[in-house]
């Protein structure tokens, strides 16, 4: 079974810094994993996704995220921390041959100025 | 281009009542259609998926359920709401032709069951 996780709920960064946040999943097979973000009461809006090809995958305002395949990683980086990037942050990994995603517990990221 | 609507935004509900949340997709024709119930700390929790008019796959066992009456259209209900089931309610839709391909996510509906 497919699972992800996410370490650390919440993460603090200053303005200017550099974000890191972690996932790790689980699959069996080659996963396809998404990076999702949500600002408060609102829905979720695609960041960046890996499925095939280039292990390094860039997405919006900035962000990238490095498929691992060894460790099983897939982290979502920035290298300047912007006020407008507090929100939360999910991970999703699902494969070929099913409709589902499985979603991690999220991480909120706060930036301090 | 493509648009997904929610409702109602808000919703507050005595213990026991029914309930039936809305969602209806825009420019796309046989979408596979999601409901998330999204509680504090717990990340998004899958209820219900379609992959089609009258095709419904339940993934938790609970007092919802979730029908889907026309191509673009899914709805989620409850005969009897549970303290348990105030959350955010989240409907996604993605192509019908897999997962490679992102969902896309409604604005949401909060539920408070009192």
């Known amino acids: 079974a497919q699972s992800v996780t996410q370490l650390g709920s919440h993460v603090s960064v200053s303005e200017g810094a550099l974000v890191l946040l972690r996932c790790n999943y689980s699959s069996s097979v080659p996963p396809y994993l998404f990076w999702y973000v949500q600002y408060p009461n609102q829905g979720l809006q695609l960041l960046l996704k890996?499925?095939?090809?280039?292990?390094l995958v860039k997405g919006i305002n900035g962000f990238e995220a490095e498929f691992k395949k060894s460790e099983t990683s897939f982290h979502l980086t920035k290298p300047s921390a912007h006020m407008s990037d507090a929100a939360e942050y999910f991970c999703?990994?699902?494969?070929?041959?099913?409709?589902?995603?499985?979603f991690g517990t999220g991480t909120r990221l706060k930036v301090l100025a | 281009s493509q648009t997904i609507h929610q409702w109602p935004a808000t919703l507050v509900q005595p213990v026991g009542s029914p309930l039936s949340l809305e969602c209806t997709v825009e420019g796309t024709s046989n979408p596979n259609l999601y409901w998330y119930r999204q509680a504090a700390g717990r990340g998004l929790q899958l209820l219900f998926y379609?992959?089609?008019?009258?095709?419904i796959s339940s993934e938790v066992p609970q007092n919802l359920s979730a029908s889907r009456p026309q191509d673009r259209q899914f709805i989620l209900s409850s005969k009897k709401l549970l303290l348990s089931d105030s959350g955010f309610y989240l409907c996604a839709w993605n192509t019908g032709t897999g997962v490679r391909h992102e969902q896309f996510f409604g604005p949401g509906t909060r539920l408070t069951v009192l």
């Open positions: 890996y499925t095939t090809g280039a292990t």
């Open positions: 379609s992959v089609g008019i009258g095709q």
């Open positions: 999703a990994v699902s494969h070929s041959g099913t409709y589902k995603y499985i």
